[in-house]
């Protein structure tokens, strides 16, 4: 099982669709959780960090699931200008090292 | 302020060759990352600098590859008889420290080419 594993996509959605995608993660010490976003040929920025209380910022909401080990990514009211890779990153407690999912593909169309 | 920055942007290079690249993280920031990443594939964590303990070499693929960080500031990954697998981005990152996972600021990566 890898480390941290994401579902390719691509997800194809409307504008103003909600979408959701999930990352599981295999170390159970893992204590850090992040979304960064790709936009293509460019580089990672990271989106937002998943708290274990969940967190949300405007149309974004993600939420960790520690029994389950797995992090979630909801957007709500997708622009177009949302379409990108998201990449899911997961950190031991006590590591200084990330590791990166391979990242799920939005695309948003009019 | 200034971001990240990598040079060069493109490097396309004989097989057999050694090749060097250059990241230049934000000032201030302790910690540097140097990651590849190949089509379709998730982030290769390579090697860390932390301030000036030794670097974390564990990613590193195999000996023809080496980095240094000179003075807490810029850093050089070099890769030494370039193989055709090597073709990838290669991604700098910077962050203030790792205490706590602080946020990563990447540099545009340099895209390198062996042919």
């Known amino acids: 099982r890898k480390e941290v594993e994401q579902d390719p996509g691509p997800f194809n959605v409307p504008e103003g669709a909600t979408v959701a995608f999930n990352c599981t993660y295999s170390?159970?010490?893992?204590?850090?959780f992040f979304w960064y976003r790709q936009d293509c040929r460019k580089e990672p920025k990271l989106l937002m960090s998943?708290?274990?209380s969940g967190n949300e910022d405007g149309r974004f909401t993600a939420q960790l699931n520690r029994a389950s080990q797995y992090i979630s990514l909801l957007i709500r009211d997708s622009k177009l200008s949302d379409s990108a890779t998201y990449l899911c990153?997961?950190?031991?407690?006590?590591?200084?090292?990330?590791?990166f999912g391979r990242g799920t593909s939005l695309i948003v169309h009019p | 302020g200034a971001g990240v920055s990598q040079s060069p942007s493109n490097k396309v290079t004989e097989k057999g060759k050694d090749v060097e690249l250059r990241c230049d993280p934000i000032?201030?920031?302790?910690?540097l990352y140097w990651y590849r990443q190949s089509l379709g594939q998730g982030l290769e964590f390579l090697i860390y600098?932390?301030?000036?303990?030794?670097?974390?070499k564990s990613g590193l693929p195999s000996d023809r590859f080496s980095a240094e960080r000179t003075g807490g500031s810029v850093s050089t990954l070099t890769i030494q008889r370039t193989q055709q697998e090597d073709s990838a981005v290669y991604l700098c990152?910077?962050?203030?420290?790792?205490?706590?996972?602080?946020?990563?600021?990447f540099g545009p990566g340099t895209r390198l080419t062996v042919t």
């Open positions: 990152a910077s962050s203030l420290g790792t205490s706590v996972m602080y946020e990563q600021y």
């Open positions: 170390n159970s010490a893992s204590q850090s």
């Open positions: 998943v708290y274990s």
């Open positions: 990153v997961v950190q031991p407690g006590g590591s200084y090292i990330p590791t």
């Open positions: 000032s201030g920031h302790t910690a």
């Open positions: 600098f932390q301030g000036n303990s030794a670097p974390d």
